[in-house]
């Protein structure tokens, strides 16, 4: 995967230089393309999986048009953190482009989104964007409690980058006995059990919390633009993520349905909690 400079205005997209044609899939080619555990985006024939933490490097570190060249279908995972993006995008610099930015989404009313157990919602706020995620999975401590934060390059790749993915042990269990999560191990993928991560010692004691807020970044990535609000998250996964950001995109188009009562109830029986 090869990340390039692009014109102002181009916004985040990738190239499958794999496939003939070499066709762009832009962020905002999400629907259809919903994937387990992971968020894909996909245009025509051409999909791109696992792309939330590279764009949640890219969201963390402001930065708005890049063309990311990539040849398969999915992003490399490297140690299971944004680090390694964060580390490559800053040496290789970022510039500056005056009057060109797009404009940020500024969330005015409310907008609130539930799924299963899973909640998310978007609150009007005077800053840029605030993230206030709780993490509550029953019967596993290290998988619980809150952790907030006010994004900007510097308390990103601080505190949120280097926060790996994790997995509860028997979610692990259940995903190798069906052919996933091949690329994991103990050093990458962050395996809780009750009060404990098994095999590696954590970058945080709260690693999985900011883990989260790393995914949800490059999940709201998927909105094609910048967000000032303030999201309040509890429990949510890649699902809840992308059902939030389908509502903005609604609200953006029509200011007059953006209020609170535009809830979204989950009716499917796999709660998004896990929906890592
Ligand atoms: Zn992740």
Same mark, same amino acid.
């Given at each position: 995967?090869?990340?390039?400079?692009?014109?102002?205005?181009?916004?985040?997209? $990738?190239?499958?230089?794999? /496939?003939?044609?070499?066709?762009?899939?832009?962020?905002?080619? $999400?629907?259809?393309?919903?994937?387990?555990?992971?968020?894909?985006?996909?245009?025509?024939?051409?999909?791109? #999986?696992?792309?939330? #933490?590279?764009?949640?490097?890219?969201?963390?570190?402001?930065?708005?048009? =890049?063309?990311?060249?990539?040849?398969?279908?999915?992003?490399?995972?490297?140690?299971?953190?944004?680090?390694?993006?964060? #580390?490559?995008?800053?040496?290789?610099?970022?510039?500056? =482009?005056?009057?060109?930015? !797009?404009?940020? %989404?500024?969330?005015?009313?409310?907008?609130?989104?539930?799924?299963?157990?899973?909640?998310?919602?978007?609150?009007?706020?005077?800053?840029?964007?605030?993230?206030?995620?709780?993490?509550?999975?029953?019967?596993?401590?290290?998988?619980?409690?809150?952790?907030?934060?006010? %994004?900007?390059?510097?308390?990103?790749?601080?505190?949120?980058?280097?926060?790996?993915? $994790?997995? /509860?042990?028997?979610? !692990?269990?259940?995903?190798?006995?069906?052919?996933?999560?091949?690329?994991?191990?103990?050093?990458?993928?962050?395996?809780?059990?009750?009060?404990?991560?098994?095999?590696?010692? %954590?970058?945080?004691?709260?690693?999985?919390?900011? #883990?989260?807020? /790393?995914?949800? %970044?490059?999940?709201? @990535?998927?909105?094609?633009?910048?967000?000032?609000?303030?999201?309040?998250?509890?429990?949510?996964?890649?699902? !809840?993520?992308?059902?939030?950001?389908?509502?903005?995109?609604? =609200?953006?188009?029509?200011?007059?349905? @953006?209020?609170?009562?535009?809830?979204?109830?989950?009716?499917?029986?796999?709660?998004?909690?896990?929906?890592?």
């Amino acid at each position: 995967m090869r990340l390039c400079p692009a014109a102002a205005g181009t916004g985040i997209v $990738f190239v499958r230089t794999d /496939l003939p044609g070499r066709p762009v899939v832009s962020v905002r080619d $999400f629907e259809g393309a919903a994937a387990p555990f992971r968020t894909a985006i996909k245009k025509g024939a051409a999909e791109v #999986h696992t792309v939330e #933490h590279i764009l949640s490097a890219l969201v963390g570190l402001a930065i708005t048009d =890049c063309r990311i060249e990539i040849d398969e279908a999915e992003v490399p995972g490297m140690d299971g953190s944004a680090l390694d993006f964060v #580390h490559a995008v800053r040496q290789a610099g970022i510039r500056e =482009c005056a009057g060109t930015r !797009a404009e940020p %989404l500024v969330v005015g009313e409310p907008v609130h989104v539930e799924d299963g157990m899973a909640s998310i919602e978007a609150l009007p706020y005077d800053g840029g964007l605030k993230i206030t995620y709780t993490l509550d999975y029953a019967g596993h401590p290290l998988a619980q409690g809150s952790y907030e934060i006010e %994004l900007d390059a510097e308390s990103y790749a601080r505190e949120i980058a280097p926060a790996r993915t $994790f997995v /509860l042990k028997k979610d !692990a269990e259940t995903m190798r006995a069906a052919g996933l999560g091949k690329g994991a191990d103990y050093q990458n993928t962050v395996v809780i059990d009750g009060d404990r991560a098994l095999e590696t010692s %954590l970058r945080f004691a709260n690693e999985p919390v900011r #883990h989260k807020i /790393l995914d949800l %970044l490059g999940d709201l @990535c998927l909105l094609g633009c910048t967000l000032q609000a303030h999201v309040v998250a509890r429990c949510s996964g890649h699902r !809840a993520n992308r059902a939030l950001v389908l509502r903005l995109r609604e =609200c953006a188009g029509q200011p007059a349905t @953006c209020d609170i009562a535009a809830r979204e109830a989950g009716a499917t029986a796999r709660t998004a909690s896990h929906d890592h």
